[in-house]
């Protein structure tokens, strides 16, 4: 049973371009979540899906930032016109169900450079 | 979700044992404390999750005092290999993680 995973591992862009990252749960898994990690900093929350529906995108900037995770396909954080400040480590994440003791399993990561 | 307190870092020795602290004193009923644990350049992984009293698995023990503001992780006879970061958080029904700047573990030989 291959694990979570992340596609591209690195990424480098421009700014003003655009980035996809894009995620593929665990088999049977269908929770996902988006977590950003500046270097020597904790992950931080950014979005939280089930199929085809958002749950919580509190953690999420307003503009730029996007995510789905269609009926079929992985997951995608998408960024717009890429900044800078958007160089970090993506990590996606899945769950089998929600709730508390449910254990999060994590991808490797997409670590994006933003030239 | 209530914030945790745990050290930036700590040094130990191949051999000993390790325990980590960490505080939640604004810990809700319905919060389960969770262990994760970070390699350079991966994501976490699951180390262990406790609700009061102890928990242990084949990776470490996890003690919760019966007020439940603080837990502390416990690693036996670390390795080089467990030189990682190790984040302590709390988890509800929302599956929504908040992680700190966890504890930096640096086992030396």
């Known amino acids: 049973n291959a694990g979570v995973m992340q596609n591209p591992r690195h990424l480098v862009r421009r700014r003003g371009q655009e980035a996809r990252l894009r995620c593929s749960p665990m088999?049977?898994?269908?929770?996902v979540y988006w977590y950003r990690q500046l270097p020597e900093e904790g992950l931080k929350f950014m979005v939280y899906l089930q199929k085809e529906n958002i749950i919580d995108e509190s953690g999420m900037p307003k503009e730029r930032f996007s995510a789905e995770f269609p009926k079929e396909g992985p997951s995608i954080l998408r960024i717009q016109q890429v900044v800078r400040g958007d160089s970090a480590a993506y990590f996606c994440?899945?769950?089998?169900?929600?709730?508390?003791?449910?254990?999060?399993?994590f991808g490797p990561g997409t670590r994006l450079t933003v030239l | 979700l209530a914030k945790t307190t745990q050290p930036i870092s700590m040094d130990s020795y191949e051999g000993q044992e390790v325990n980590i602290t960490c505080s939640h004193n604004?810990?809700?009923?319905?919060?389960?404390i969770t262990w994760y644990q970070q390699f350079p350049s991966q994501g976490p992984r699951f180390i262990i999750q406790?609700?009061?009293t102890k928990v242990t698995n084949e990776v470490a023990s996890l003690f919760i005092p019966a007020d439940r503001k603080s837990s502390t992780l416990s690693l036996p006879r670390v390795s080089l290999s467990d030189t990682a970061v190790y984040y302590c958080l709390l988890i509800n029904n929302n599956n929504d993680m908040r992680f700190g700047a966890g504890t930096r573990l640096t086992v030396k030989p």
């Open positions: 994440a899945s769950s089998l169900t929600s709730g508390s003791a449910d254990e999060q399993f």
């Open positions: 604004n810990i809700a009923t319905n919060d389960y």
């Open positions: 406790g609700y009061k």
């Open positions: 088999k049977g898994h269908s929770h």
